[in-house]
Every structure is written in structure tokens, then in C-alpha cells.
Nanobody, 121 residues
Framework: QVQLVESGGDLVQPGGSLRLFCAAS????????MGWYRQAPGKQRELVAV???????NYVDSVNGRFTISRDNAKNTVHLQMNSLRTEDTAVYYC???????????????WGQGTPVTVSS
């Protein structure tokens, strides 16, 4: 069984910073894509940032220049550094990993439990 463990969510003032962490564990052959989604109350879930094992990261326009996603392929971890936070960044943030359980198979999407981020004065 694959598990995603998240941490780093907190209450922070506007303009502040947070660093989210996620680690995938279990019997894993490989992980294709890792990323972060977020969902604000009453809103649809939104892709925030994503990165493949060997490619450049991609960001939603609203966080471009403020957020940075980074990945350690050897450790199966991913971080999201969030700077210059705004009130509209308030949401539950979810880590994702597209995991191949064995060679030649279609990746399976796994989700973390979510870590809440609240930006408020």
C-alpha cells in the first residue's frame, strides 16, 4: 500500500511564507508525476503545481513567481515553498503522486490527506 504523508500547513499572515512537505512510502517501482492541488471552501479543486521525474515544473498562473515546487526522486518526496502568501491562497492543500506499482503498468494516482493553509491577519 502506498501512503502519502503531508505536513507544513499552518495559519500565516498575508505576505508570509510556508513550506509544505510530502513523502510517498510503500512498495513503489517508480513515480511519474508528483504535485500539489488545493481546494478552498465552496470551490472546485485546483491544480497548483506539478513536476515529472525529469522535467520542469508547471504552475497555475495565480501562484507563478510566488510558489516553487521541488522534488527528490531518490527519496520520493516533494516540497512546495509558498512565498508572498495572499488570503486567496487559503485552502486545503493535497499532495499527489502517480505511482507505478510494477514495471509496464499504468500509474495509479494517490492522494494525501490534505494539510490546511490559512492566510489571515
Amino acid at each position: 500500500q502506498v501512503q502519502l504523508v503531508e505536513s507544513g500547513g499552518d495559519l500565516v499572515q498575508p505576505g508570509g511564507s510556508l513550506r509544505l512537505f510530502c513523502a510517498a512510502s510503500g512498495i513503489i517501482f517508480s513515480i511519474n508525476t508528483m504535485g500539489w492541488y488545493r481546494q478552498a471552501p465552496g470551490k472546485q479543486r485546483e491544480l497548483v503545481a506539478v513536476v515529472t521525474s525529469g522535467g520542469p515544473p508547471n504552475y497555475v498562473d495565480s501562484v507563478n513567481g510566488r510558489f516553487t515546487i521541488s522534488r527528490d526522486n531518490a527519496k520520493n518526496t516533494v516540497h512546495l515553498q509558498m512565498n508572498s502568501l495572499r488570503t486567496e491562497d487559503t485552502a486545503v492543500y493535497y499532495c499527489t503522486a502517480d505511482v507505478k506499482l510494477r514495471p509496464g503498468t499504468t500509474p495509479v494516482r494517490y492522494w494525501g490527506q490534505g494539510t490546511p493553509v490559512t492566510v489571515s491577519s
